[in-house]
């Protein structure tokens, strides 16, 4: 196995949803050893600790219900800047935080991977989308809007201009269970891979997934990894505001992770709406850095036990 560099970067986000919480979820995962888990599997690991955002005054969106659109922007500056500084030196994963912070991861990934001229693929581990922009959002909550701004859509005219916008014939959406009507439309008009929970049940985890990598392959592509808690059953994963039954199982995530390792092709990551606050003693902190652990190496049968009494 290739021994990598991973770099921890801390983004306490939590403007992306009226739902407070997911603040704390850096350091939940410094709790539940995640760096202790990469350098355990004879990588090495540098944290460089919780970002602030660089926010500045903006006026009043045209859609009212539009939450902390500012902050949000800050973020997205903070956290592209992060993704194109630190992309050079190893693998950044970033600690979430809650969605709205790939805003800035993906499009600072996608700016990276063209000044090395390589495409940039993402797939989005999620029970949602996150297809909206802030005209068609009818909640306001920004987490819902990473993928339609990096794919650049219209109506982010307040968000920095991307470097590289992504095509959405390179995206690969997993898990997917809850998608509003706009969100639906609007990528019916696409070719992005959309993998629901139906497809799953009906032909498994694999094929899709495999397929989805062998077209990065091909393209000498390098890939992005999006993992939201609301991927996983709510029943292995409580600590997320969106809960949504029929998720992922452990075996199925560990299985996609365990795939993703062997592909080669991943070169960043989000760890994303872990709300320690609705966590049960740490269990799905743990779980995430579990899945974690199989994405850089682990396998199976080297799973630990542990016991949550």
């Known amino acids: ?33 995640i760096a202790e888990a990469i350098t355990e599997l004879g990588h090495s690991v540098t944290d460089i600790g919780n970002l602030t955002p660089d926010t500045k005054p903006l006026p009043a969106h045209a859609n009212p ?6 902050e949000t922007v800050g973020w997205t500056r903070t956290l592209t800047k992060a993704a194109v500084d630190h992309a050079p030196n190893g693998m950044p994963v970033f600690l979430g935080g809650d969605h709205a912070l790939s805003l800035g991861s993906v499009a600072g990934m996608a700016e990276y991977a063209q000044q090395i001229d390589r495409p940039l693929f993402v797939l989005w581990l999620d029970a ?15 987490h819902g809007t990473p993928l339609g701004y990096v794919c650049g859509r219209d109506g982010f005219d307040d968000f920095p201009p991307l470097a ?24 019916s008009d696409t070719n992005a891979t959309l993998v629901d929970m139906r497809t799953i ?38 600590a997320v505001g969106t809960t949504v039954p029929g998720g992922a199982t452990v075996r199925e995530a560990h299985l996609v992770m365990e795939m993703l390792c062997d592909s080669g092709a ?25 899945l974690t652990a199989s994405l850089l190496g682990r396998r199976v049968f080297d799973r630990p036990t542990r016991s949550y009494a």
């Open 1 to 33: 196995m290739t021994q990598k560099h991973l770099i921890l970067i801390g983004a306490p986000v939590d403007c992306g949803k009226r739902r407070r919480g997911c603040l704390m979820g850096p350091d939940a995962f410094r709790t539940a050893g």
């Open 65 to 70: 219900e539009v939450y902390k659109l500012d």
């Open 128 to 142: 949602h989308t996150d297809y909206h922009t802030p005209n068609t959002t009818t909640t306001g909550n920004l």
């Open 164 to 187: 590289a916008p992504i095509p959405a014939d390179r995206l690969c959406m997993i898990g997917l269970r809850s998608v509003d009507p706009a969100e639906h439309d609007a990528l």
């Open 201 to 238: 049940d009906e032909v498994g985890i694999v094929k899709p997934l495999q397929s989805f990598l062998d077209k990065v392959a091909a393209a000498n592509g390098i890939l992005h990894v999006s993992l939201d808690v609301d991927f996983l059953d709510p029943s292995v994963a409580p």
């Open 266 to 290: 991943v070169c960043s990551l989000d760890l994303v709406e872990l709300n320690p606050f609705l966590d049960d003693r740490g269990k799905t902190a743990s779980l995430m850095v579990d």
